[in-house]
Protein backbone atom coordinates (compact mmCIF):
# COMPACT_ATOMS: atom_id res chain seq x y z
CA UNK A 1 0.00 0.00 0.00
CA UNK A 2 1.18 3.47 -0.40
CA UNK A 3 -0.75 5.83 2.14
CA UNK A 4 -0.88 10.18 1.89
CA UNK A 5 -1.32 11.27 5.08
CA UNK A 6 -2.71 14.85 4.90
CA UNK A 7 -1.84 16.55 8.18
CA UNK A 8 0.36 14.06 9.12
CA UNK A 9 3.15 16.53 11.12
CA UNK A 10 -0.01 17.35 13.45
CA UNK A 11 -0.11 15.51 16.93
CA UNK A 12 -2.78 12.67 15.37
CA UNK A 13 -1.43 12.44 11.79
CA UNK A 14 2.18 12.11 13.17
CA UNK A 15 0.84 9.43 15.48
CA UNK A 16 -0.64 7.33 12.22
CA UNK A 17 2.86 8.42 9.98
CA UNK A 18 5.01 6.72 13.42
CA UNK A 19 1.82 3.88 13.22
CA UNK A 20 2.35 3.32 9.54
CA UNK A 21 6.38 3.31 9.44
CA UNK A 22 6.71 1.39 12.42
CA UNK A 23 3.90 -1.05 12.44
CA UNK A 24 3.15 -2.08 8.29
CA UNK A 25 5.45 -2.50 5.34
CA UNK A 26 3.28 0.90 3.68
CA UNK A 27 4.87 3.72 2.11
CA UNK A 28 4.29 6.81 3.63
CA UNK A 29 3.67 10.06 2.20
CA UNK A 30 3.16 12.78 5.03
CA UNK A 31 1.73 15.96 3.45
CA UNK A 32 1.74 19.08 5.68
CA UNK A 33 1.88 22.77 5.62
CA UNK A 34 3.69 22.97 8.63
CA UNK A 35 1.39 25.95 10.34
CA UNK A 36 2.21 26.35 14.06
CA UNK A 37 0.80 23.03 15.16
CA UNK A 38 2.58 21.15 12.57
CA UNK A 39 6.22 20.14 13.72
CA UNK A 40 8.47 17.30 11.78
CA UNK A 41 10.44 16.91 15.17
CA UNK A 42 7.26 14.57 16.39
CA UNK A 43 8.27 12.19 13.27
CA UNK A 44 12.24 12.05 14.28
CA UNK A 45 11.93 8.35 14.80
CA UNK A 46 10.72 7.33 11.42
CA UNK A 47 11.96 10.00 9.22
CA UNK A 48 15.11 7.82 8.53
CA UNK A 49 12.71 4.96 6.72
CA UNK A 50 13.03 4.44 3.09
CA UNK A 51 9.31 3.86 3.05
CA UNK A 52 8.80 7.41 3.84
CA UNK A 53 8.48 10.82 2.27
CA UNK A 54 7.75 14.39 3.10
CA UNK A 55 6.29 16.80 0.90
CA UNK A 56 5.25 20.78 2.48
CA UNK A 57 1.90 21.27 1.11
CA UNK A 58 -0.94 23.70 1.90
CA UNK A 59 -4.16 21.38 1.09
CA UNK A 60 -6.30 24.53 -1.06
CA UNK A 61 -2.63 24.03 -3.33
CA UNK A 62 -4.16 21.91 -6.04
CA UNK A 63 -1.06 21.81 -8.36
CA UNK A 64 0.77 21.07 -5.00
CA UNK A 65 -1.57 18.26 -4.85
CA UNK A 66 -1.43 17.28 -8.15
CA UNK A 67 2.40 17.01 -8.23
CA UNK A 68 2.49 14.94 -5.05
CA UNK A 69 -0.26 12.36 -6.39
CA UNK A 70 1.80 12.05 -9.74
CA UNK A 71 4.72 11.43 -8.20
CA UNK A 72 3.83 9.17 -5.26
CA UNK A 73 0.96 7.16 -6.27
CA UNK A 74 -1.17 6.66 -3.54
CA UNK A 75 -3.44 3.40 -2.72
CA UNK A 76 -4.85 5.28 0.25
CA UNK A 77 -5.70 8.98 1.33
CA UNK A 78 -5.91 9.71 4.90
CA UNK A 79 -6.80 13.15 5.04
CA UNK A 80 -5.88 14.43 8.74
CA UNK A 81 -5.27 18.21 7.46
CA UNK A 82 -7.34 20.37 9.54
CA UNK A 83 -7.51 23.55 11.97
CA UNK A 84 -8.65 22.18 15.41
CA UNK A 85 -9.37 24.19 18.20
CA UNK A 86 -12.20 25.59 18.98
CA UNK A 87 -11.04 28.34 21.13
CA UNK A 88 -8.86 29.95 17.81
CA UNK A 89 -12.50 29.45 15.70
CA UNK A 90 -14.32 31.41 17.92
CA UNK A 91 -11.37 33.85 17.65
CA UNK A 92 -10.75 33.54 13.87
CA UNK A 93 -13.21 31.38 12.32
CA UNK A 94 -12.06 32.31 8.52
CA UNK A 95 -9.08 30.10 8.88
CA UNK A 96 -11.13 27.23 9.29
CA UNK A 97 -13.21 27.49 6.65
CA UNK A 98 -10.58 28.17 4.84
CA UNK A 99 -8.64 24.53 5.65
CA UNK A 100 -11.43 22.58 6.56
CA UNK A 101 -14.14 23.94 4.00
CA UNK A 102 -12.16 25.01 1.07
CA UNK A 103 -9.16 22.53 1.73
CA UNK A 104 -11.30 19.90 2.00
CA UNK A 105 -12.76 19.90 -1.30
CA UNK A 106 -9.60 20.60 -2.80
CA UNK A 107 -8.18 17.78 -1.95
CA UNK A 108 -10.80 15.82 -3.22
CA UNK A 109 -11.09 16.93 -5.92
CA UNK A 110 -7.15 16.60 -6.48
CA UNK A 111 -7.71 12.60 -5.60
CA UNK A 112 -10.90 12.72 -7.75
CA UNK A 113 -8.32 13.57 -11.17
CA UNK A 114 -5.93 11.18 -10.11
CA UNK A 115 -8.48 8.63 -8.95
CA UNK A 116 -10.35 8.84 -12.14
CA UNK A 117 -7.10 8.23 -14.75
CA UNK A 118 -6.67 4.75 -12.35
CA UNK A 119 -7.33 1.60 -13.98
CA UNK A 120 -10.74 -0.30 -12.98
CA UNK A 121 -8.53 -2.78 -10.27
CA UNK A 122 -6.84 0.06 -9.04
CA UNK A 123 -9.76 2.79 -8.65
CA UNK A 124 -11.96 -0.52 -6.59
CA UNK A 125 -9.00 -0.78 -4.72
CA UNK A 126 -8.60 2.55 -4.01
CA UNK A 127 -9.60 4.65 -0.43
CA UNK A 128 -10.08 8.16 0.59
CA UNK A 129 -10.35 8.02 4.52
CA UNK A 130 -11.68 11.63 6.01
CA UNK A 131 -11.02 11.62 9.63
CA UNK A 132 -13.32 13.79 11.96
CA UNK A 133 -14.52 14.60 15.52
CA UNK A 134 -17.30 13.92 17.76
CA UNK A 135 -18.00 17.84 18.17
CA UNK A 136 -20.08 17.70 14.58
CA UNK A 137 -23.04 15.80 16.65
CA UNK A 138 -23.05 18.87 19.26
CA UNK A 139 -24.13 18.62 22.87
CA UNK A 140 -25.32 15.94 24.62
CA UNK A 141 -26.39 18.05 27.84
CA UNK A 142 -29.26 16.39 29.72
CA UNK A 143 -29.35 13.05 28.64
CA UNK A 144 -27.74 9.92 28.87
CA UNK A 145 -27.57 9.08 25.48
CA UNK A 146 -24.03 8.46 22.93
CA UNK A 147 -23.27 9.91 19.60
CA UNK A 148 -23.74 6.61 16.39
CA UNK A 149 -22.83 6.48 13.40
CA UNK A 150 -26.59 7.85 13.03
CA UNK A 151 -26.84 10.88 15.11
CA UNK A 152 -27.94 14.24 14.05
CA UNK A 153 -25.42 16.74 13.13
CA UNK A 154 -26.04 19.81 15.26
CA UNK A 155 -22.20 21.81 15.74
CA UNK A 156 -22.10 24.41 18.38
CA UNK A 157 -18.60 25.96 17.30
CA UNK A 158 -17.42 27.52 14.02
CA UNK A 159 -14.76 24.72 14.40
CA UNK A 160 -17.16 21.59 14.39
CA UNK A 161 -19.34 23.15 11.62
CA UNK A 162 -16.73 23.38 9.48
CA UNK A 163 -15.40 20.05 10.01
CA UNK A 164 -19.26 19.01 9.48
CA UNK A 165 -19.16 21.28 6.63
CA UNK A 166 -16.36 18.74 5.39
CA UNK A 167 -17.68 15.16 6.29
CA UNK A 168 -21.07 16.44 3.94
CA UNK A 169 -18.37 17.54 1.35
CA UNK A 170 -17.11 14.02 1.53
CA UNK A 171 -20.23 12.04 1.48
CA UNK A 172 -21.33 14.03 -1.71
CA UNK A 173 -17.79 13.38 -3.35
CA UNK A 174 -18.72 9.69 -2.61
CA UNK A 175 -22.39 9.44 -3.56
CA UNK A 176 -22.04 11.88 -6.64
CA UNK A 177 -18.87 10.48 -8.56
CA UNK A 178 -18.36 7.63 -6.80
CA UNK A 179 -15.11 8.34 -5.38
CA UNK A 180 -14.87 5.33 -2.94
CA UNK A 181 -14.53 7.22 1.07
CA UNK A 182 -15.20 6.55 4.48
CA UNK A 183 -15.80 8.84 7.43
CA UNK A 184 -14.43 8.57 11.03
CA UNK A 185 -15.41 10.87 13.68
CA UNK A 186 -13.27 10.40 17.29
CA UNK A 187 -13.49 12.07 20.62
CA UNK A 188 -11.22 13.82 22.47
CA UNK A 189 -7.55 12.54 21.74
CA UNK A 190 -4.72 12.72 24.13
CA UNK A 191 -0.86 11.20 24.40
CA UNK A 192 2.30 12.53 23.70
CA UNK A 193 3.29 14.90 20.65
CA UNK A 194 0.03 16.80 21.94
CA UNK A 195 0.36 20.10 21.33
CA UNK A 196 -0.15 22.43 24.26
CA UNK A 197 -3.00 24.59 23.74
CA UNK A 198 -5.29 21.89 24.27
CA UNK A 199 -6.39 20.76 27.75
CA UNK A 200 -4.35 17.94 28.94
CA UNK A 201 -0.38 19.32 27.48
CA UNK A 202 -1.88 22.97 28.51
CA UNK A 203 -2.16 22.01 32.26
CA UNK A 204 0.59 19.88 32.83
CA UNK A 205 3.27 22.15 31.31
CA UNK A 206 1.11 24.68 33.45
CA UNK A 207 1.22 22.96 36.12
CA UNK A 208 5.09 22.35 35.86
CA UNK A 209 5.80 25.87 35.86
CA UNK A 210 3.74 27.00 38.51
CA UNK A 211 0.90 29.13 36.61
CA UNK A 212 -2.59 28.60 36.93
CA UNK A 213 -4.91 25.73 35.58
CA UNK A 214 -7.80 27.97 34.32
CA UNK A 215 -10.92 25.12 34.21
CA UNK A 216 -13.64 26.59 31.51
CA UNK A 217 -17.27 27.31 33.84
CA UNK A 218 -17.38 24.78 36.71
CA UNK A 219 -15.51 22.20 35.15
CA UNK A 220 -18.42 19.91 35.17
CA UNK A 221 -18.40 19.42 30.84
CA UNK A 222 -18.23 16.02 30.15
CA UNK A 223 -15.54 14.57 27.21
CA UNK A 224 -14.84 11.00 26.37
CA UNK A 225 -10.88 10.37 25.85
CA UNK A 226 -9.32 8.35 23.35
CA UNK A 227 -5.13 7.85 23.66
CA UNK A 228 -4.10 8.85 20.13
CA UNK A 229 -2.26 5.87 19.59
CA UNK A 230 -5.21 3.38 19.80
CA UNK A 231 -6.86 6.33 17.82
CA UNK A 232 -4.02 5.86 15.32
CA UNK A 233 -4.43 1.87 15.29
CA UNK A 234 -8.36 2.14 14.51
CA UNK A 235 -7.44 4.93 11.87
CA UNK A 236 -5.56 2.45 9.90
CA UNK A 237 -7.57 0.07 10.30
CA UNK A 238 -10.68 1.71 8.96
CA UNK A 239 -8.82 2.81 6.27
CA UNK A 240 -7.96 -0.71 5.26
CA UNK A 241 -10.46 -2.72 6.41
CA UNK A 242 -13.57 -0.45 6.64
CA UNK A 243 -16.89 -0.15 3.77
CA UNK A 244 -16.76 2.31 1.24
CA UNK A 245 -19.76 4.40 2.12
CA UNK A 246 -19.50 3.71 5.58
CA UNK A 247 -18.87 6.53 8.95
CA UNK A 248 -17.29 4.25 11.85
CA UNK A 249 -16.99 6.25 15.25
CA UNK A 250 -14.12 6.02 17.52
CA UNK A 251 -14.14 6.71 21.12
CA UNK A 252 -12.18 5.33 23.82
CA UNK A 253 -15.00 4.68 26.19
CA UNK A 254 -13.68 6.93 29.17
CA UNK A 255 -16.27 9.95 29.80
CA UNK A 256 -14.87 12.10 32.41
CA UNK A 257 -15.41 15.96 33.20
CA UNK A 258 -12.84 18.89 32.68
CA UNK A 259 -12.53 19.35 36.31
CA UNK A 260 -11.76 15.42 37.33
CA UNK A 261 -8.74 15.16 34.31
CA UNK A 262 -7.33 18.38 35.71
CA UNK A 263 -7.30 17.05 39.12
CA UNK A 264 -6.06 13.58 37.96
CA UNK A 265 -2.87 15.12 36.22
CA UNK A 266 -2.00 17.30 39.18
CA UNK A 267 -2.42 14.29 41.43
CA UNK A 268 0.19 12.40 39.07
CA UNK A 269 2.53 15.31 38.61
CA UNK A 270 2.45 15.60 42.87
CA UNK A 271 3.16 11.39 43.17
CA UNK A 272 6.52 12.26 39.90
CA UNK A 273 7.46 15.57 40.89
CA UNK A 274 7.09 18.03 43.75
CA UNK A 275 5.77 21.63 43.02
CA UNK A 276 8.66 23.76 42.07
CA UNK A 277 11.49 21.67 41.50
CA UNK A 278 10.97 20.57 37.69
CA UNK A 279 14.42 21.23 36.50
CA UNK A 280 13.48 22.20 32.99
CA UNK A 281 10.86 25.06 34.32
CA UNK A 282 11.26 28.34 36.00
CA UNK A 283 8.45 28.60 38.67
CA UNK A 284 6.26 31.43 38.48
CA UNK A 285 3.57 30.86 41.23
CA UNK A 286 4.28 33.88 43.54
CA UNK A 287 3.67 32.05 46.93
CA UNK A 288 4.64 28.13 47.45
CA UNK A 289 1.87 25.75 47.26
CA UNK A 290 1.37 21.86 48.98
CA UNK A 291 0.05 20.39 45.74
CA UNK A 292 -0.48 21.28 42.08
CA UNK A 293 -4.55 21.51 42.98
CA UNK A 294 -4.30 24.18 44.36
CA UNK A 295 -3.52 26.11 41.27
CA UNK A 296 -6.56 25.17 39.64
CA UNK A 297 -8.68 28.50 38.83
CA UNK A 298 -12.44 28.68 37.29
CA UNK A 299 -12.21 31.33 34.49
CA UNK A 300 -15.49 32.34 32.18
CA UNK A 301 -16.42 29.47 30.39
CA UNK A 302 -16.45 29.17 26.68
CA UNK A 303 -19.07 30.56 24.28
CA UNK A 304 -21.50 28.06 23.30
CA UNK A 305 -19.62 25.48 25.36
CA UNK A 306 -20.58 21.73 24.75
CA UNK A 307 -21.90 19.95 28.13
CA UNK A 308 -21.17 16.61 27.17
CA UNK A 309 -19.68 14.22 24.16
CA UNK A 310 -19.82 10.68 24.25
CA UNK A 311 -19.05 7.83 21.70
CA UNK A 312 -20.67 4.70 20.83
CA UNK A 313 -17.89 2.87 19.64
CA UNK A 314 -19.80 -0.25 18.91
CA UNK A 315 -19.80 -0.88 15.38
CA UNK A 316 -15.97 -0.27 14.87
CA UNK A 317 -15.21 -2.71 17.83
CA UNK A 318 -18.34 -5.33 15.74
CA UNK A 319 -17.39 -4.98 12.24
CA UNK A 320 -14.05 -4.65 12.45
CA UNK A 321 -12.62 -5.61 15.83
CA UNK A 322 -11.21 -2.26 16.98
CA UNK A 323 -10.85 -1.82 21.17
CA UNK A 324 -8.96 0.53 22.64
CA UNK A 325 -6.31 -0.76 24.70
CA UNK A 326 -5.48 1.93 26.77
CA UNK A 327 -7.65 3.09 29.71
CA UNK A 328 -7.85 6.72 30.84
CA UNK A 329 -5.64 5.72 33.83
CA UNK A 330 -3.12 4.08 32.13
CA UNK A 331 -3.15 6.60 29.05
CA UNK A 332 -3.05 9.78 31.15
CA UNK A 333 -0.32 8.41 33.04
CA UNK A 334 1.85 7.56 30.15
CA UNK A 335 1.39 11.36 28.81
CA UNK A 336 2.47 12.53 31.90
CA UNK A 337 5.65 11.09 31.75
CA UNK A 338 5.93 11.21 28.66
CA UNK A 339 6.37 15.27 29.29
CA UNK A 340 8.25 15.23 32.15
CA UNK A 341 10.76 12.90 29.73
CA UNK A 342 10.76 15.46 26.91
CA UNK A 343 10.69 18.72 27.88
CA UNK A 344 13.58 19.36 24.95
CA UNK A 345 10.27 18.84 22.63
CA UNK A 346 7.85 21.09 24.20
CA UNK A 347 10.29 23.64 24.68
CA UNK A 348 10.93 24.47 21.41
CA UNK A 349 7.30 24.20 20.51
CA UNK A 350 6.68 26.78 23.46
CA UNK A 351 9.82 29.08 22.10
CA UNK A 352 7.65 30.05 18.82
CA UNK A 353 4.58 31.70 18.67
CA UNK A 354 2.60 29.99 21.06
CA UNK A 355 2.97 30.65 25.26
CA UNK A 356 0.24 29.08 26.78
CA UNK A 357 -1.87 31.91 26.55
CA UNK A 358 -5.51 31.31 26.82
CA UNK A 359 -7.71 31.40 23.88
CA UNK A 360 -11.20 31.78 22.86
CA UNK A 361 -11.64 34.72 25.69
CA UNK A 362 -12.13 37.88 23.43
CA UNK A 363 -15.22 39.80 23.64
Known amino acids: MRILVTGGAGFIGSAVV ?16 LTYAGNLESLSGVTDSSRYRFDQVDICDAAGLDRVFAEFKPTHV ?19 IETNVVGTYTLLEA ?35 LFTETTSYEPSSPYSASKASSDHLVRAWQRTYGLPTLVTNCSNNYGPYHFPEKLIPHMILNALSGKPLPVYGDGNQIRDWLYVEDHARALVKVATEGAVGETYNIGGHNEKRNLEVV ?12 PG ?40 QRELGW ?18 DNPEWWQRVLSGEYQLGRLGEKG
Not at 116 to 143: C, M, P, Q, W
Open 18 to 33: RHLIENTDSQVACLDK
Open 78 to 96: MHLAAESHVDRSIDGPAAF
Open 111 to 145: TRRFWSGLGNDEKAGFRFHHISTDEVYGDLEGTDD
Open 263 to 274: ETICDLLQEMVA
Open 277 to 316: TFASTDWSSDEPIAHYRDLITFVKDRPGHDVRYAIDAGKI
Open 323 to 340: VPQESFESGIRKTVEWYL
